[in-house]
């Protein structure tokens, strides 16, 4: 017990002189105004519900100063599909409280914990815990887009070819063909449109926010028809095609690999059990016959 209180004086410590040195710098640090209180949509279950504490946090931790983590967090937050009201500062608050509360509660909870170095490789490891949880949110969106994509261009492709210009087509596609996080992007384009961007440009900066190799290639394409005057009918139908087969590609992968993955969990856990089950009538029968 008296571990745990010493480990949990360490950590209100430690958090004292953090929100000191983060509040003397926040003033300095002005990357924006007061924390947005809205609850960002996209963000897990359990960031949604302590979302006010985070917000609380996300003041003082301004002050931090990490221009490389900084702007690299800021791309995987756009790209996990979080939403707009969370940020950066929300993301270094999360990383300190993770860091204090989760060991303070593992410690309370299992005695191998209260351990000063065991503590200390928990609390390290809870530090790092929501970036592992944005980059496994991030890759979850992208294999979404990935996978709607290919409808998405044959809604296209039919449409154009049926005599729709290609922005109305888009439009028809976002408001009720389409659902998900790339409608959450088409939707991006159609309002950079809007707002006087050209139709190359918005796709270019589509495909430089998500960085997804498909949807980087289906977007050069398109602009490289618009540059030669190309049939955008003829376009879509071809990158449809490709987007198809690739798909189909993609689906022998991975049945493939599920092959071998599936033979260490078989010899492990499935091959034991049937040997038991085959040789232990023999070996008992053997132990107490009488020879």
Sequence with gaps: MLTVMLLAGMACAFLAVLLLVTSIGAPRARE??????????????????????????????????????????????????????????HLLALKILCALVLPLLGAL????????????????GAFVLPDVMLSSSRK??????????????????????AGLEFLIALERLVKRGLSGPLRDELTAVLNDIRLGTTRSEALRAMAARLEIPQLSSFVSTL????????S?????????SFLRTERFQRA???????????????????????????????ALKFIYSDF
């Design 32 to 89: 924006g105004s007061a924390a947005p209180s809205e609850v960002p949509e996209g963000a897990p279950a359990f960031v949604k519900v302590f979302f006010p504490v985070i917000a609380a946090f996300s003041r003082p931790a301004r002050g931090v100063k990490w221009p490389t983590y900084r702007s690299r967090a800021a791309v995987s937050i756009a790209r996990s599909g979080w939403g707009d009201g969370f940020t950066v500062n």
């Design 109 to 124: 909870l299992f005695a191998p914990l209260r351990n000063p170095a065991v503590f200390l490789m928990a609390a390290v």
């Design 140 to 161: 979850q969106r992208e294999a979404q887009i990935v996978r709607a994509l290919p409808g998405a261009v044959d809604v296209l492709s039919l449409s154009v070819e």
């Design 223 to 230: 602009v490289q028809a618009d540059l030669l005057g190309a």
């Design 232 to 240: 955008i009918g003829d376009v879509l139908k071809s990158q449809a």
């Design 252 to 282: 022998e992968k991975a049945g493939g690999q599920a092959t071998q993955k599936i033979i260490f969990p078989m010899l492990l856990f499935i091959f034991p059990a049937v040997l038991l089950v085959v040789v232990a009538p023999i």
